[in-house]
Nanobody
Framework: QLQLVESGGGLVQPGGSLRLSCAAS????????IGWFRQAPGKEREGVSC????????DYADSVKGRSTISRDNAKNTVYLQMNSLKPEDTAVYYC????????????????WGQGTQVTVSS
């Protein structure tokens, strides 16, 4: 199974920024789409953003559109999620997940998941 490790979470004040990283080990991300998902306490896991294997296809949830940027550096085998203007409602555990080539809206279609990184937005 593919191994993904998220990092970059933490405690940030409202209006602040964080850059999350999703690093792959043991395999190359070159042929995989990477999605970012989040799960807040008591809520279902939801999609945040996704980038296709070539970087040419990018999607954002409406809740983060205009405040977040997803990017990938295949040479570093890493995908990033830059989040700006953070709000308390962005508080959640953020996960990255991989699926072959193209993004899909179905969470179930992603077959490899990281362990998550906590993002807390609070004053």
């Amino acid at each position: 199974q593919l191994q993904l490790v998220e990092s970059g979470g933490g405690l940030v004040q409202p209006g602040g920024s964080l850059r999350l990283s999703c690093a792959a080990s043991g395999f190359s991300l070159d042929y995989y789409a990477i999605g970012w998902f989040r799960q807040a306490p008591g809520k279902e896991r939801e999609g945040v953003s996704c980038i296709g294997y070539s970087g040419g296809s990018i999607d954002y949830a409406d809740s983060v559109k205009g405040r977040s940027t997803i990017s990938r550096d295949n040479a570093k085998n890493t995908v990033y999620l830059q989040m700006n203007s953070l709000k308390p409602e962005d508080t959640a555990v953020y996960y990255c997940a991989a699926r072959p080539y193209y993004c899909r809206s179905s969470r179930a279609s992603f077959d490899s998941w990281g362990q998550g990184t906590q993002v807390t937005v609070s004053s």
